[in-house]
């Protein structure tokens, strides 16, 4: 398998050239070493990833690449003019052709967190935040009418990574609520669930990959045992088919992937990215 080091760099967070880099990547099968170059805000800072970037290219022998999303003219032209890696700028192919065919100049923003501190969307994501946080296994019911989605399922199915996904990444105030043998058998939903019962996503998982995952918390308990999992899951799976409740497995599937699929159920009014 090929070997190859891959820089990101950026005059901010990086985070947009990581992402976009590791998905380009993902197309590969090659052992890659990654290196975070963020926050690039100077041409001194710009000379020293030029510098160590190079001094990889010679001890490995082979141009390294480099995912960029410098927004300072100044900047990218030290990476331009000196860098002796593959340089990829995701600006350059396609916010300059984006120019052209709107007719309008980018504002060159560095990044979507700059100037975080003015934005109302940055502002309303850290609400989400805090609220999925507050509703997380229904440790509150005050203001459940303000979720944007609630997630229902037995303990360690996936609720809360989900919750805090949705919030961080789409600014979605995500609540979660666990199932629990007394809801089994009252075979009824939580009672402060019912008004909001359009709200609901149920999440479900395979038995035997909840008990592995329960038995990392409690070993050898009767809550990790793999006939309690069995149990649990098919009531809740039951419960779910019984009122309604739009669900998918969370077995093999990853965070992205699970929030996708409950964008497209739940199709929330209010999205930010």
């Not at 560095?110 to 507050?134: C, H, Q």
């Not at 709200?199 to 035997?208: D, R, S």
Request: charged share 25%; proline share 5%; glycine share 6%.
């Amino acid at each position: 398998m090929p070997h190859r080091t891959v820089f990101f760099v950026s005059d901010g967070t990086g985070i947009t050239a990581e992402t976009f880099g590791n998905a380009i990547l993902a197309q590969f099968e090659a052992n890659i070493r990654r290196v975070r170059l963020p926050f690039l805000d100077s041409v001194d800072k710009a000379h020293q990833a030029v510098r160590q970037i190079n001094h990889t290219a010679e001890v490995e022998g082979k141009r390294p690449l480099v995912f960029t999303t410098v927004a300072n003219d100044e900047v990218l032209a030290v990476f331009e003019g000196h860098c002796r890696g593959m340089l990829l700028d995701m600006f350059a192919t396609f916010v300059q052709p984006l120019e052209v065919e709107l007719g309008i100049k980018s504002n060159h923003r560095v990044g979507r967190f700059s100037d975080a501190s003015k934005s109302k969307a940055y502002n309303d994501r850290i609400e989400a935040i805090n609220f999925s946080l507050e509703h997380d296994d229904g440790q509150s019911h005050k203001d459940l009418e303000a979720s944007d989605v609630i997630l229902v399922g037995v303990s360690r199915s996936g609720k809360t990574p989900t919750s805090l996904y949705l919030a961080m990444q789409y600014g979605l105030k995500a609540s979660n609520y666990p199932l629990i043998p007394e809801d089994f058998e009252r075979r009824k939903l939580p009672p402060a669930l019912v008004p909001h019962r359009k709200k609901l996503f149920g999440l479900t998982i395979a038995p035997e990959r909840l008990s592995e995952i329960r038995n990392e918390r409690r070993p050898n308990s009767r809550y990790a045992s793999l006939e309690n999992c069995r149990v649990e899951v098919a009531e809740a799976e039951a419960m779910m088919r019984r009122e309604g409740i739009r669900w998918l497995s969370t077995t093999t599937k990853s965070i992205e992937e699970i929030a996708t699929t409950i964008l497209q159920e739940v199709r929330p009014e209010r999205l930010e990215y």
